[in-house]
């Protein structure tokens, strides 16, 4: 999770990512995009070999999709076929200033990808960060009519479940058993204002949401279990909704149970700088194994917890970490 969308920044650091050899291509360069995809991908060979109905959703990075990364007329199969979603923030509103219309360009731009993922009947979901009502409502309308489902979300914290529209855009009392069927979510990742799991549980089943992307763990740090996480798939008409973790790939949190105290003072090879926008988020070169051994592969990494949870999928953040390499 970002305060300040990734796309709204660009770092430069002066260390030569050409220095690192690890998994170079031929002429001596690391295609991060390619990277990225294939990290991807197997997280998703992983999670699907054990619940072949799991969800792999990336966040932003929208790029990945074509073959060729910056030109949409081509898709790139193997992506798209590991995937079943791209979420996408910032695509009506919020891209530079919350509440503010993203430029027309950058909302072309970013559809033309979109479309592309669409068209192989990938599900759209679009995070736009506004607060003023007339322009929630045009976030809800945009969006459906280019055929998207979306979240106007009214604080960038992503916080709080928001008040506005009552009822909530499209809502139904469906059971949700297919990310394709759903036509709203909730993105709630922060809990911190919910004091306890009870808490967040009973304000989640008031709500009638096809979809939630929330934190495997709690502010306490516990994760959720299986039973917590089958009440949060209980919508409050009676419907049923599918419930996905969020999970940062693309950057290291020094919050998560897997951050080691020493690596302040020892960083690991793959260990880069502290985002500047994000304390307590750093980089990570995602292509190492290293890494990619926290995240998924084995009993006692971040996915397999997310599985073992009963999640019905994994949200993907920090996607678009190709950014940050190919800029250095």
């Keep these: 999770m970002k305060l300040i969308s990734r796309s709204c920044f660009l770092i430069v650091l002066f260390i030569s990512c050409n220095k690192d050899q690890t998994n170079n291509n031929s002429t001596g360069v690391i295609d991060y995009k390619q990277k990225m995809r294939e990290f991807v991908i197997g997280i998703s060979q992983y999670s699907k070999a054990i619940n072949p109905n799991f969800n792999i959703i990336p966040q932003n990075g929208i790029e990945l999709v074509s073959s060729s990364g910056d030109n949409p007329a081509s898709p790139h199969t193997a992506y798209l076929s590991a995937i079943d979603a791209n979420g996408q923030e910032d695509l009506i509103y919020g891209y530079n200033t919350d509440d503010q219309l993203t430029p027309f360009d950058t909302t072309a731009y970013l559809k033309n990808f979109l479309n592309l993922s669409k068209n192989a009947n990938k599900k759209i979901l679009v995070i736009d960060y506004c607060f003023t009502h007339s322009k929630m409502d045009s976030s809800y309308l945009l969006n459906n009519n280019s055929g998207y489902i979306s979240f106007a979300a009214d604080k960038r914290q992503l916080n709080d479940i928001p008040n506005y ?3 909530i855009y499209q809502e139904n009392n469906s059971t949700i058993t297919s990310i394709l069927q759903a036509k709203n979510f909730l993105y709630l990742i922060n809990l911190s204002n919910y004091s306890t799991k009870a808490d967040f549980i009973k304000a989640v089943t008031a709500t009638n949401y096809d979809l939630l992307i929330t934190d495997l763990f709690f502010n306490d740090g516990t994760a959720f279990t299986a039973a917590e996480i089958n009440q949060l798939k209980n919508k409050a008409n009676g419907g049923k909704r599918l419930v996905v973790s969020y999970m940062s790939i693309g950057e290291a949190e ?69 950014k940050f390499y190919e800029s250095k």
């Excluded at 006692?300 to 019905?312: Q, V």
Aim: charged content about 20%; overall charge negative.
């Design 254 to 322: 020094n919050y998560r149970y897997y951050w080691q105290s020493n690596w302040k003072t020892n960083n690991p090879v793959w260990l880069d700088a502290e985002n500047p926008n994000w304390q307590g988020n750093f980089e990570v070169k995602y292509w190492y194994p290293e890494w990619q051994n926290i995240i998924y592969g084995n009993d006692n990494s971040y996915l397999k917890k997310i599985i073992n949870a009963g999640f019905d999928g994994a949200y993907l953040d920090i996607i678009d970490a190709f």
């Design 165 to 167: 529209p009552a009822p």
